[in-house]
C-alpha cells in the first residue's frame, strides 16, 4: 500500500483510545516527521482491507476474466468442468478463506494499491491472473 500523494510505503500501525486497539495504515513520511502533502496520513486499515478484498472477488467474478482463466486452465490440460469448477470455488469460497490465504492470492493479483486524497487505486500485476492459474492447475 502506497501514499498517492509523496509515493511512499505505508505502514501497518495501531493505536489504542479508551482501551480498543484501532489499526490503520499511516503514510511512512507523516511517521517519520517528513513532509507528506497528503489530507488523510491514514487510513482505517479494516476499511481498506474491505474495499481490496471486494476488488479481489470482482476480479475473480469477471466474466472476462473468468473465460481467460477457463479458457487457459484447458489449456494447461484441465477438463472445461474441472476448470470452471475451480474458479466458481474460489469465488464462493472466498469469504471462508483465512486471512494470510487471501493475501497470498492479493499478492498474486494485486502490484499495489494506491491511496490518494480522494481515491483508492489498485493496480494489477499484469502476470498476476496466470500465477493464480497455475497454482490452481498445481
Not at 511512512?28 to 486499515?45: D, F
Request: positive net charge.
Amino acid at each position: 500500500i502506497r501514499c498517492g500523494v509523496c509515493d511512499c510505503a505505508m505502514t501497518p500501525t495501531y493505536g489504542y483510545r479508551r482501551g480498543k486497539k484501532y489499526r490503520y495504515y499511516a503514510c511512512s513520511n507523516h511517521l517519520r516527521s517528513k513532509s507528506c502533502g497528503a489530507i488523510n496520513k491514514s487510513v482505517p486499515a479494516g476499511e481498506i482491507e474491505e474495499f481490496v478484498s471486494k476488488a479481489i472477488r470482482k476480479i475473480l467474478a469477471n466474466p472476462s476474466v473468468t473465460a481467460l482463466t477457463v479458457q487457459k486452465l484447458n489449456e494447461a490440460g484441465m477438463s472445461l468442468e474441472s476448470a470452471q469448477k475451480s474458479l466458481i470455488n474460489i469465488t464462493n469460497l472466498w469469504d471462508t478463506l483465512h486471512m494470510k490465504e487471501k493475501e497470498r492470492i492479493g499478492r498474486l493479483l494485486i502490484q499495489n494499491v494506491v491511496i490518494t486524497n480522494d481515491n483508492v487505486q489498485i493496480l494489477l500485476k499484469p502476470e498476476g491472473q496466470e500465477d493464480l492459474i497455475r497454482e490452481i492447475v498445481l
